[in-house]
């Protein structure tokens, strides 16, 4: 087991706890056990099955990306954490 | 959702975003969080780091600024309640390129500055199921 941080915005979905404790020895099996726990998370982490381009998974201080992506092996005294890009900017209004 | 802030904080968010014009600027918002009342009691600017030439129509926070202030907010007691970011030479209402980029229960202020001037200053929440945003109630207190 390790434990994962779930940023502000996305505690709405955990009952408002920060860290879970997830099973998984790779990304793609914790964030499966993390989204079966907290099925409301999945959208806001996945789109069509990808991991959304302005969602980050870090393992201590290392990004995923950088690694094997969701294939990147998770060892017990890991600790994961979903970091958003925070961006912003003018294209076409939706509102 | 209501969005309560100080004069005071209010007029540093209006400074730091006119000091950015022509570009987008931005930054977090730390505070409370009480039933569907956030009050901001902190604003902390952080640089525009996207490509230079695109700063005018684009925002996005300097690496590692997310974590520092979300895990600075949590060791304190307090909430990373939003963040926000201008709309050079635009209205003060989200974009397409927002609500791809944008977080469900955060708070997105946005501010419209014309010729180096902000003119408006609006708030906005992502619906849950990411389709639009709704707007919040922004209030002014006096300090």
Known sequence: MTSIKIPTPLRAYTGGQAEITVSGDTVAAVLEDLTGQFPELRSHLFNDGQLRDFVNIFIGDEDIRFRQGLETGVHSDDRLRIIPSIAGGLVVFVS | ?143
């Open chain 2, 1 to 143: 959702m209501r969005l309560v802030i100080a004069e005071k904080l209010y007029q540093d968010i209006l400074r730091h975003l006119i000091a950015t014009f022509p570009n987008e600027g931005g930054g977090f918002l730390i505070g409370t969080l009480a039933a569907d009342q956030r009050t901001v009691t902190e604003v902390h600017p952080v640089e525009n780091v996207f490509e230079a030439e695109e700063q005018f129509h684009r925002f996005l926070a300097e690496d590692g600024a997310f974590q520092r202030f979300e895990d600075d907010a949590d060791a304190r007691g307090l909430v990373l309640l939003g963040y926000y970011h201008s709309h050079p030479d635009a209205p003060a209402i989200p974009s397409e390129f927002d609500r791809v980029h944008a977080w469900p229960h955060f708070a997105y202020v946005i501010v419209s500055v014309r010729s180096a001037e902000a003119v408006e200053m609006r708030v906005w929440q992502l619906q849950d199921d990411r389709s639009g945003f709704d707007e919040g109630e922004l209030a002014i207190q006096p300090t």
